[in-house]
């Protein structure tokens, strides 16, 4: 029908390279890597030979142009992200905590990022998009409510379909409106894709079962459940349910696992694919992910996860 697309953040990400220390001494850091979850959601589509674009801006620096060459290099359509002259390049920095939380200082507002525009090319793109996947993180950003409210109204008159990765960051949400935003994303959704508590969130309810079975009443199609090391579960219509467990591997780098995981099942969904092995992909997705310092540093191809499968155990759940 068309391509996958998303709107949001283009960051660089710049992180601490020993766990527990605060970013309150000097201290090694690595980077800059391409980053922003919507980028590297729209990297991981195009990896899969997905079609793919992203409406998006960054600076004339280098941090711009280094997330400019990889999407262009990974097939990705960046004819709707705008260069802005006068403002930096998004930033991230993060540090890992010894329990595995992570802490972010993001550069958004005031950075080229927190600047998202329609320009010609980008109402072009969403003319054309087949599907709209939906970044939670991306409300952040002045404006991309508004953007998003259209390009689902036009993807939805096309016939095309809307995912949402709630991707609650304390950082980037504000409770209040936050609850009324994901209500009206929901309204919209055909695939969720939560990971963890935000499934509870998202439903407002206490248990994961009351969950699924309001957001599936509510409209939502599918909701796929993201675990972690504990793998994923896929939830549809009429009491169907698929549990895939996780790849055992060592953890490098988290981040970036949840938007490979997301990006490889929808394509495998959109490609026609059945929930079972589109969940079993996915997970490898996000097993290679973690594997790899830097979020997009770990995308997959289609032949990179079958080769990763065919080497790998997974634990049982
Ligand atoms: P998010 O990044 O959105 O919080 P998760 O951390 O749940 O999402 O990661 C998404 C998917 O990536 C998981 O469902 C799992 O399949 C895979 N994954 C993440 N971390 C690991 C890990 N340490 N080992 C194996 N697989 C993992």
Redesign the pocket.
């Known amino acids: 029908l068309g391509p996958t697309i998303t709107v949001g953040e283009i960051l660089v990400e710049i992180m601490a390279t020993t766990i527990g220390a605060g970013f309150l001494e000097p201290q090694p850091l690595t980077g800059p890597y391409p980053s922003g979850a919507p980028a590297i959601f729209i990297d991981q589509v195009a990896q899969m030979g997905g079609s793919a674009g992203i409406i998006a801006s960054v600076g004339n620096d280098d941090f711009g142009r280094l997330n400019i060459e990889r999407l262009e290099r990974d097939g990705a359509d960046i004819s709707a992200i705008s260069i802005i002259a006068d403002k930096p390049t998004g930033s991230a920095f993060v540090r890992y905590r010894p329990d595995g939380a992570r802490d972010f200082v993001f550069n958004i507002a005031h950075s080229a990022a927190g600047d998202v525009r329609m320009t010609e090319a980008a109402h072009a793109l969403v003319a054309r998009a087949g599907h709209l996947h939906i970044m939670g993180s991306a409300f952040a950003i002045p404006g991309v409510a508004d953007i998003l409210e259209n390009a689902i109204k036009t993807v939805k008159r096309r016939g095309g379909s809307v995912s949402f990765d709630p991707n609650i960051r304390k950082e980037l949400v504000d409770a209040g409106r936050g609850r009324k935003l994901v209500d009206d994303i929901l309204a919209v959704t055909d695939l969720l894709l939560p ?2 508590e935000e499934l509870l969130i998202a439903a407002d309810s206490a248990d994961e079962a009351t969950a699924v079975a309001k957001l599936l009443d509510g409209g939502v199609s599918e909701i796929v459940l ?4 504990d ?2 579960s896929f939830f549809g219509r009429d009491g169907a349910r698929v549990d895939s467990p ?2 055992t ?1 060592e ?1 490098v780098d ?1 981040t970036g ?2 938007d490979c ?1 997301g990006a490889t099942y929808l394509t495998c969904r959109r490609a026609g694919m059945e929930p079972e092995r589109a969940l079993l992909l ?2 490898a997705a ?2 290679r992910n ?1 594997t790899r310092r830097g979020p997009m540093e770990g995308v997959s191809s289609l032949a990179d996860l079958e080769a990763f499968i065919a080497s790998s155990t997974t634990e049982s759940i």
Do not use: C, W, Y
Not at 226 to 229: F, H, I, L, M, T
């Open positions: 990971s963890g993201k675990r972690g090391r793998g994923s996780a790849f591997v953890e988290p696992a949840g995981f996915a997970n996000g097993a973690v």
